[in-house]
């Protein structure tokens, strides 16, 4: 089979006027970035009707095997297009720090791809740029507020605002800047983020038009005063010059599959550090303009999905008519304590030793949020009927349906059996429910994600974690969701536990406000706002030739 990036430059691409045609978007509601890519104007498009269905893809807890939950967004929408739904995709957009480091591209793999794939994961727009230099834009003005008589009375060792940068660079972590002659700044440690994790980012995916964009931004919280008291963007009056720049990157990207059915790709929060879903904007676009938009919460149900519910739904208005599951047999071997060197063999205790982790997903999506839910078997070659017979048996009781997809190689064909199971689910009725109250305290809300979602016995609070929560309770943010970082590998907060472990804590280590963005951040472990590259990066085997052509990109 070739590779996914030959698969992509194989393909004929529709015009971008026929791809937004088919979500009755004209010419003159587009702005094109060429002939296969276009902007579209949110003020000319309805965002509010919300007319259409709205289906979730998550997936089981991650693993080396791979569950490919954007491959199988891609291709059920492609399914649907296949049974006659009018229907279209909106998710994140690719940074280019797991670009070059380890996915080597994001837009789907194998038939099921969206295209110009080069394009999506080579800068695209130029919308994380954008968010890049407003997230730095907000860092020079409060630093030149701080040179120029500091009049927010900011204490330069209590700046808790990062420079951004769209790499992987751990040189770039930690650092002192300021130093040199005292016309160089005032001397202070600082460091980046990748910016998928600024809270610029998270701005952007939940703004629903430029004045919340801006009020948003006004609310970002730099640092604290002398006397404990935070300073905000907008003391330092940096909110519109910030919004300017991120004029054009509110507006959602349109593109397509390899079979022509419209995508939006818009915003790229990470889901162990954010809320992990593309933009508020987009989602609604599609749902005002297609029958069935079809969107995905990073990494497992436990985290992106229960921030899709708990912040995502609650912010916007609008709730999933259905949850997709996805799961690989190879997956659940690995749950089961196989390596990844021994999952071509067919291995049905396994299976069954590795399901608990798929049933509790199950669960969480059924009975803690209260959705309708479809596993997909994203299909491989070296899956036998036994195994896969002995995961149907084991959420049958959960009334639960089961179905194999074969859309990485097949394309939308190989996706029309999920296609139908999800029109389904999308008819029986369904209310949301959430894992806290926001009148919860920020402790009880992380409590019952842990015991509600994670299904673990309680937490434990470093003293530091729980000073800051107390503080910002104190400050008047506890009534904010909470948003929970940590390893997306396990239950736990040890991402050496597979399957679904029980009798376990987990230890919240640190805390801190993402005012604009509207959540409270809870760390667990070690978590990195700016990856490293590893020893043999996936930038080394990406290259272009003298015609233009890139090659490498999985």
């Known amino acids: 089979m070739a590779t996914d990036i030959e698969i992509a430059q ?259 929060p990470f889901a162990n550090i954010a809320h992990g879903t593309n933009t508020t904007i987009a989602t609604k676009m599609s749902m005002s303009n297609a029958d069935y938009t079809i969107t995905e919460a990073g990494f497992g149900a436990d985290l992106g999905a229960e921030k899709y519910m708990d912040i995502v739904s609650r912010f916007a208005d609008f709730e999933p008519d259905a949850v997709v599951v996805v799961a690989t047999i190879r997956a659940l071997k690995m749950h089961g304590g196989k390596e990844l060197d021994e999952l071509k063999d067919e291995d049905v205790d396994a299976v069954r030793a590795g399901l608990p982790n798929l049933v509790r997903h199950i669960e969480n999506m059924q009975d803690t949020f209260g959705m309708n839910v479809v596993v997909a078997i994203n299909t491989f070659p070296t899956d036998t009927e036994a195994e896969v017979e002995a995961l149907r048996e084991e959420v049958a009781d959960r009334g639960v349906n089961v179905v194999q997809a074969t859309h990485f190689s097949d394309g939308g064909a190989g996706a029309t059996d999920l296609a139908e199971e999800v029109v389904r689910l999308c008819d029986e009725p369904s209310t949301i429910k959430y894992a806290y109250d926001l009148e919860d305290s920020l402790f009880d809300k992380v409590e019952k994600i842990v015991k509600n979602v994670y299904r673990g016995d309680g937490v434990e609070f470093s003293t530091k974690a729980r000073r800051k929560l107390q503080q910002y309770e104190d400050l008047g943010y506890g009534n904010m969701p909470v948003c929970v970082a940590k390893t997306q590998m396990s239950f736990t907060d040890d991402a050496k536990r597979k399957g679904a472990p029980e009798g376990f804590e987990i230890a919240i280590d640190d805390a801190s406000i993402s005012a604009g963005a509207g959540f409270i951040v809870v760390q667990s472990g070690s978590i990195m706002k700016m990856p490293g590259l590893g020893k043999t990066p996936a930038a080394t085997k990406i290259d272009v030739a003298n015609d233009g052509t890139i090659s490498g990109l999985f």
Not at 44 to 57: D, F, R
Not at 204 to 212: K, N, P, S
């Open 10 to 268: 194989q393909a004929k691409m529709q015009p971008i006027e026929d791809i937004a045609a088919k979500l009755d978007i004209t010419p003159d509601q587009m702005e094109r970035y060429g002939d296969y890519i276009a902007k579209i104007d949110y003020s000319k498009v309805e965002t509010e009707a919300n007319k259409g269905k709205l289906v979730l893809v998550t997936a089981i807890t991650p693993t080396p095997a791979g569950e490919g939950k954007t491959t199988t967004s891609i291709g059920l929408a492609d399914g649907l297009t296949k049974i006659g739904k009018k229907a279209a995709v909106a998710i994140r957009e690719p940074s280019l720090g797991p670009v070059f480091g380890v996915k080597g591209g994001a837009a789907g793999g194998g038939y099921a791809q969206v295209v110009p794939m080069e394009n999506i994961n080579l800068h695209f727009t130029g919308d994380i740029h954008a968010i890049t230099a407003a997230n730095n834009l907000i860092a020079a003005m409060m630093d030149a507020s701080i040179h120029n008589g500091n009049p927010t009375n900011l204490d330069p060792r209590r700046v808790e605002w990062r420079r951004a940068i769209d790499m992987n660079d751990r040189q770039l972590r930690n650092m002192v800047n300021g130093i040199g002659n005292r016309a160089d700044g005032v001397p202070r440690e600082d460091g980046f983020d990748i910016t998928a994790a600024s809270e610029v980012m998270a701005v952007l995916c939940l703004a629903e038009g430029v004045d919340d964009l801006k009020e948003r931004i006004g609310r970002i919280i730099l640092g604290y005063t002398y006397e404990n008291e935070p300073v905000t963007v907008s003391e330092i009056k940096a909110e519109g010059a910030v919004a300017s720049l991120l004029r054009d990157a509110l507006k959602p990207n349109l593109v397509q599959t390899l079979e022509g059915t419209p995508v939006f790709v818009h915003g790229g």
